[in-house]
């Protein structure tokens, strides 16, 4: 990507606040789509998206889209892409507290809409548009694998991870997209005591038959 | 639903059987297009899904689904209804088999393309679109819940009930949606002694702060 890629969650809204008084750049213009395609694909995941909805999104002309990015393709990918470079990494802390901090990271990632939108496109497109399986299946085996503990190998780090993922995945499809109660409504403080000793299991604890 | 309502997982394979020898009767070809909505949906979601391709794998004309179901909406609702039917229920066995009674029967389902169509089409769809969210939600709510331990109130047998589907859900996500490795190709012994102990802890553990 070009030296003006966007920090996904950098939550300064600057292209908004640079608006007032001057005619937008190319460049702005560029962040301006690409924040209203996250809301797009956040809301209606990529199938039920179109070029016209992103275009009246952001308030430009569809032809501009095609211009900056071709295809529904490409606006996808660079509206999520480094989508889960937010997901925080505890390879510094101490080990008793990697399950906690990655649920505390995790839920932290949907409380502001600068960080939820691009993984909740990806989420809500992931069932239906094997791109969005890709960044699904990358994050989980890259990312997430990052926390397990050293010193096992390969397929059991895997495992673990996968693992992790399908909770806090299940966990955010069930709390924030098809928002079943009392899960949707329930406090992150009490979310995050059931699922650390979950999590925390996962990452490092017995799995018989391991 | 009237009385010709299909058995989701008969896997009797009996409308095709009887097919040999005679011209289909209309509750056949009914059956035919279930059969085959549920493969398109299952395949790719509601809002990949449309009539004409339907109507490809019945090998029927598209006008006939619009008979029988009205629209799209109608053919999916028929095409699922039931659909969790077959998760099984524990209530007459040993409290301490319950946890594992569930995920073995949440894996056996994903196991038989008869149970496993039409819930991989709700799994498939709920993210956008709101019917088949709605039929998770009860699923969860109604069915589900039916799992946790008796004596506990209204709000605290809902959270269980809601981690136990975040938990086997985000699996099938995982595992058989997105196919992450190496979860999606792990030996089904090995989730079921992996995921016993959290969906245990979730159906009548401490959880702390409850």
Redesign the interface.
């Known amino acids: 990507m070009a030296p003006d890629a966007e920090p996904v969650a950098d939550g300064t809204g600057r292209a908004r606040g640079r608006r007032s008084g001057r005619r937008p750049g190319a460049n702005e213009t560029r962040l301006d789509i690409l924040r209203a395609a996250r809301r797009i694909f956040a809301a209606?995941?990529y199938?039920?998206a179109t070029m016209r909805t992103i275009a009246h999104e952001a308030d430009v002309d569809a032809a501009l889209i095609h211009h900056f990015f071709v295809s529904k393709e490409g606006v996808f990918a660079a509206a999520v892409e480094d989508s889960f470079a937010c997901v925080p990494i505890a390879a510094d802390d101490a080990p008793g507290d990697v399950g906690e901090r990655l649920v505390r990271g995790f839920l932290d990632l949907w409380s502001n809409p600068d960080t939820r939108d691009p993984v909740l496109a990806v989420?809500?497109s992931?069932?239906?548009y094997d791109e969005a399986?890709r960044l699904?299946?990358d994050l989980?085996?890259r990312r997430v694998a990052e926390y397990v503990a050293e010193g096992v190998g390969h397929?059991e780090a895997?495992?673990r991870a996968?693992?992790v993922?399908?909770?806090?995945?299940?966990?955010a499809?069930?709390?924030d997209?098809?928002?079943?109660?009392?899960?949707a409504s329930?406090d992150p403080?009490?979310i995050v005591?059931?699922l650390t000793?979950?999590v925390d299991?996962?990452l490092a604890g017995e799995?018989?038959?391991?």
């Open positions: 209606y995941g199938g039920g989420l809500r992931a069932p239906t399986a699904l299946r989980i085996g397929d895997g495992l996968t693992l993922g399908s909770q806090l995945l299940g966990l499809l069930l709390r997209v098809v928002k079943v109660e009392p899960l329930a403080e009490t005591r059931v000793p979950t299991r996962y799995l018989d038959p391991l």
